[in-house]
């Protein structure tokens, strides 16, 4: 009975131990045989997955492509831009003829626009005729009008008329803008015979009778060479031709009598402006503001300025300009800043021009730290100097007695393609001579030759002058004498 309970158990146990571990081993046979639904599954992923990488490798290959045409095309068009440049650089150089016939159309076009635009005539002349001789040209009234009119520009009223004429035998018939232009620029050269005879000849033209900007070209022109009489006759025959005046015409008259300080005039000329229902605009009222700032009237002008703004029209920055101007000439120069701080507080942008006036303006008073941290930061905003700057640094130099600067200034222009003009000059022989550096005043006559530029009655006489205020009166000051009478040239 002892013995039965101990052997069961053990006779039970082994084979209940075999099963056991049978059964893990047909389990981990079971897991290394997924069931077949699981191995299809995973056969469409892997070949989903192959798909997708053959098509990023085909987006890719055609990006590639695509970069490689890109680069392709690139360079053929930039080698094309080149190559017309180029074209366009030589075509006033090339001959019509043989192998010049058949340049595109778009190369010759902008290469004569370039010249028109930069007012390059005789350049511009020999693309014109190397274009009327290719075999696509066709006359074009409105490419003679341009030219005509650069010409006018350019003070070549005989160039003018040649084209004038040319135009009309190539069978463009003359209209109104081609005479308009004409007019313009024997007007513009001071030939007013002849500008007044094409004037009775557009009267006389069917379709060709002048309008109010014919006129106002004409006037223009009057009033620069200060003939109001010839003023008074155009504006009589435009009223019996009932011609009114436009806006452009009264800014016209207004400011060249603002100019020449006929105050009375240019007042009454805008009273009749308003009544005549022409609306004043910011030229109207920049040209009263500078012509009473420039005379000194600081009270008229800010008048003048509150009543422009209360009847709506917006000072623009060359009005800022002006009171800078005018306030700065008067010493005013708190006004002066109130105004800068104006522009600063409401994003108005110095132009070259609010520089030269500030900078100006610090040089009269003798400032100049002040000129020159405004200069700096002129040239840190990348707006380049020009002559008027330069003029404005040497007179307050010369005032300043400072030598070492002025030769600063010197330094600055042989690093740059400053153009110099006869008015520079003039201020730094001033400049010089004030310092008492005459060496250095007299060779700037050879400064002048590199230069390009002739003396002129003011060099002369300035430079005479401080010769006699050192008591020197020798052969340099009888050959300024003689080069100021005309005796002899600077080339001698």
């Known amino acids: 009975m002892a013995a039965g309970p101990v052997a069961a158990p053990s006779s039970i146990a082994v084979p209940s131990a075999r099963r056991h571990r049978a059964l893990p081993a047909a389990a981990s046979a079971a897991s290394r045989e997924p069931p077949r639904a699981w191995r299809a599954a995973g056969a469409e992923e892997r070949a989903r997955r192959g798909k997708e990488a053959e098509v990023d490798d085909e987006e890719t290959e055609r990006r590639r492509k695509e970069e490689v045409n890109r680069k392709i095309a690139s360079r053929k068009a930039l080698s094309i831009i080149l190559r017309r440049e180029a074209t366009k650089a030589v075509l006033d150089k090339r001959k019509p003829g043989k192998g010049t016939r058949r340049l595109l159309p778009r190369t010759v076009l902008e290469a004569l626009h370039d010249r028109v635009a930069a007012l390059r005539w005789d350049s511009a002349l020999k693309v014109f005729e190397l274009m009327r001789d290719q075999v696509w040209y066709r006359p074009h009234i409105g490419i003679y009008i341009k030219l005509i009119t650069m010409l006018g520009k350019c003070k070549q009223p005989e160039k003018a008329h040649e084209l004038f004429q040319a135009m009309i035998d190539e069978g463009c018939a003359p209209n109104l803008e081609s005479y308009t232009a004409l007019v313009s620029a024997y007007s513009r050269s001071g030939r007013f015979r002849e500008a007044f005879e094409l004037l009775d000849r557009m009267k006389e033209t069917p379709g060709c009778q002048p309008d109010v900007q014919t006129y106002s070209i004409l006037i223009k022109s009057c009033l620069h060479a200060y003939d109001f009489d010839k003023v008074k006759s155009l504006l009589a025959d435009m009223a019996r031709a009932g011609i009114r005046p436009n806006t452009v015409t009264y800014n016209t008259l207004i400011d060249a009598y603002g100019k020449a300080g006929k105050f009375a005039e240019m007042e009454s000329t805008l009273l009749k402006m308003l009544s005549q229902n022409c609306k004043p605009d910011v030229w109207t009222m920049n040209s009263t503001l500078r012509a009473f700032g420039s005379s000194g009237q600081i009270e008229t002008m800010e008048n003048c300025y509150e009543k422009f703004q209360a009847s709506g ?65 002129m040239k840190s905003e990348r707006i380049k100097p020009n002559c008027v700057t330069l003029c404005s640094l040497v007179r307050a130099y010369g005032r300043a007695e400072e030598v070492r600067k002025i030769k600063t200034v010197l330094r600055i222009i042989e690093n740059s393609d400053i153009t110099l003009d006869i008015v520079f000059f003039n201020c730094l022989v001033d400049a010089y001579g004030r310092v008492g550096c005459l060496a250095e005043m007299w060779d700037i006559l050879d400064l002048m030759k590199e230069h390009r530029c002739k003396a002129d009655k003011v060099t002369c006489t300035t430079m005479i002058k401080w010769f006699l205020v050192k008591g020197i009166d020798d052969h340099r000051v009888r050959y300024l004498r003689d080069l100021k009478d005309g005796r002899i040239t600077d080339d001698t």
Not at 345 to 363: E, L, M, P, Q, R
């Open 313 to 377: 029209i917006s000072p623009n920055i060359k009005t800022y300009n002006i009171l800078l101007d005018s306030y700065g000439k008067a010493k005013m120069y708190e006004k002066m800043g109130a105004v800068m701080e104006y522009m600063q507080k409401y994003y108005y942008s110095w132009t070259i021009v609010t520089y030269n006036v500030v900078i100006d303006a610090f040089g009269r008073a003798g400032d100049l730290e002040q000129m020159e941290y405004i200069f700096r930061l």
